[in-house]
């Protein structure tokens, strides 16, 4: 290429004839002017690079850029004009600034193809860039899950195995008919067990015992006695099967878990060896409190709705709106729970005992409840009563508002993200399928030559348990897919 009549300019000792202080620059096809003093603001950059690659040969220039017109003296760039156009504004402004629409993940590719530090990235652009690199971590998580439940291990023992299908079978209903069988059925085993607590307290359906004490039917006593026994099934096969028996106790839904199990058999042996420790008064007394914690039950729901965990997260990322909504209810509780006991006080017939008194009527106006059982009966207290539920509404208005779009994004989020993941998967079946036909083909050619007996490829794929889903997959994972096409 040295020889080449296209290029003029350059020596045969790779040097320029003609320095110029102007670098051209076609960025697929938005062609920009630099000047060498702005470009040495910043010489580690690629742009500043090209002041000085001219004197090195075309090898140096070919470096740097895609191509090079010596009679135009322009390098040509094979890159994002867009991503482009943001980038530059380093060497006028010092700072960076995403445009909308650019995807942050191909963006910051862009830049480190420039040189150009992510220091100078602004604060609002990086937040996005760190979302978007959270949301690439949680479909690769989500893939390499379902990877991980399809693959088999040959080297791992039967008891292994065992684990993992007994894990997937209890913890993943998508994951097999049997198993979504599975997670309705202790879906009706919570709501038939939370039913047995609520008919079980109507007097009507109670019986007395030897002494006249009032208890459950010992019908229902049997259906709870049922479902508790699948609980404690369901919950020691999760146990024995979990990969990491630690965090699957201190989880927060395995935690109420427990707490929807423990109390009946605390009960239970109070009720059978307690009698011989204490009071039987103190016995029914402790039993009847830990009955109460049977309510907790109804929090297992949340592990088999994704709605409710939905809202669990909702709410845990709307801390700091919910804290404003509580501020301004006992800014307005504590304001007018005070006015309302001072005009009530002329009256002989006054409600309002006391300002903590007071409060109570205070939070059930606020919240435009209104029981009535305690209420003004003066004009300016009914004055005060009036400001206070309109203010009431307007302060818990003001945080629903962005607590509701925390729950839509984040509902759209997992929505986003779970066909993302199904997305992945289908392209490494569909690269996985294209690499099956090479390696037949490979195969066949070997065997017309005489080749090995068997399939050469077959120790080095990983056959899948699923039906349905990537039927044999690559142990090197170097599938080109879209989500490292993004990083």
Known sequence: MAGDSRFPDVDTDGSEKNEETEIVVNVGGVRQVFYEDNLNQYPETRLAELINCL????DSIFSLCDDYDPGKREFYFDR????FKCIIDVYYFGEIHMKKGI???CFKNEMEFWKVDLKFLDDCCKTHLSEKKEELEEIARRVQLILDDLGVDASESRWKRCQKYIWKFLEKPESSYPA???AVLSFLFI?????VMCVGTI?????ADAKGNRMEHPTLDSIETA????????YVLRLISSPNKLHFALSFMNIVDVLAILPFYVSLTLTHLGARLMELSNVQQAVQALRIMRIARIFKLARHSSGLQTLTYALKRSFKELGLLLMYLAVGIFVFSALGYTMEQSHPETLFKSIPQSFWWAIITMTTVGYGDIYPKTTLGKLNAAISFLCGVIAIALPIHPIINNFVRYYNKQRVLETAAKHELELMELNSAEGRATSSKSELEDLARGGEEGPFYSSRLKVSHSDTF?????EEKHYRTRLRSCK
């Open 55 to 58: 004197s090195g040969g075309y």
């Open 80 to 83: 994002d004009p867009d991503a």
């Open 103 to 105: 995807c942050p993940i």
């Open 180 to 182: 979504r069988v599975i």
């Open 191 to 195: 709501l038939t067990s939370s039913i």
């Open 203 to 207: 007097p009507d359906l109670q019986v």
């Open 227 to 234: 479902c508790i026994g699948w609980f404690t099934m369901e």
């Open 470 to 474: 990537i039927h044999l997959l690559s």
